[in-house]
């Protein structure tokens, strides 16, 4: 008796036999249970980025790399700096993030197409107070790759001329405005137990009579005791009431003061600020 088969089970074994032939759609080879073809390799990514500073000192072109002292800008009230981080990589990077303690930058920037820069300007006119000299600053840029996860980092530096420090005036150290016979000498506007914080807008603690102290008092910054921020304290308290004193001849103001304080801590270079203040603070008092 004449056995009739289905059609489709014609086609099946058909395209089987193709699927028998070594090379001939190997994509369906699973499908009649031969080995499957080796996975495509795995696609990759190049995560790159850099960061570029330059300085003008009209705020104007032309614009400086300035990487090196040699290559220092005298800069003044109208410099301008110009960060430009560049995606050199083939993913977009996010969570970009610029910091730069000199300038007060400190700032997501969002995310980074590959091929794509942005350009930043930002103002100097506050880089050189309280500052003489080369002065160096470095500019810090992070972001992550949207595909990869790599986290990856660049930097750059620029040097810049603040010009020579001013002629020696007054000053008292802080061993002489912390003895309570030259209370009445401190200038009005500051007490003996004024917070630091109120008056520098940071929070700070220092060793004192053994204990840490936060949060102290300036009579208190006045005798903590140690180096680096112990040192520091002291040392500005005393710039700051010179600084505020009409009978002291100070190479600086009050705000110049404050100024200089807040941009070296916590990020900053604290040590070299508490050797200037030192050198102004013992120039001589001409208070009893």
Known sequence: ?????????????????????????????????????????????????????????????????????????????????????????????????????????????????????????????????GRYGLVKNTATISGTGEISATYIEASDVAWVNCGEEPQAG????????????HFDSWPSAYAPSTTFSSVFGRDISIRFDKQTITNPTLLQALSAQGGNINAAARHTVAALLNSASTDVDYDLSTSDVISLFQSNYPDGELDDMKDRLAKYNEQGCPLN
Not at 172 to 178: E, N
Request: glycine share 6%; with cysteine; proline share 9%.
């Open 1 to 129: 008796m004449y056995s009739h088969q289905p059609r489709n089970t014609l086609r099946t074994f058909s395209l089987c036999a193709l699927l028998a032939i070594p090379g001939l759609l190997p994509g369906l080879a699973a499908a009649c249970g031969t080995e499957p073809c080796e996975p495509p390799p795995p696609t990759t990514t190049t995560t790159c980025l850099t960061l570029l500073k330059e300085v003008s000192s009209d705020g104007l072109k032309p614009w400086y790399d300035a990487n090196t002292e040699a290559e220092a800008v005298t800069i003044d009230s109208t410099s301008k700096y110009r960060l430009r981080p560049t995606n050199c990589g083939d993913e977009k990077l996010i969570n970009v993030h610029i910091s730069d303690p000199l300038l007060a930058v400190d700032a997501y920037i969002g995310g980074l197409r590959p091929a794509n820069d942005t350009v930043m300007e930002f103002s100097a006119a506050e880089v050189c107070v």
């Open 170 to 181: 007054q000053g008292c150290t802080p061993g002489y405005w912390k003895q309570d016979q």
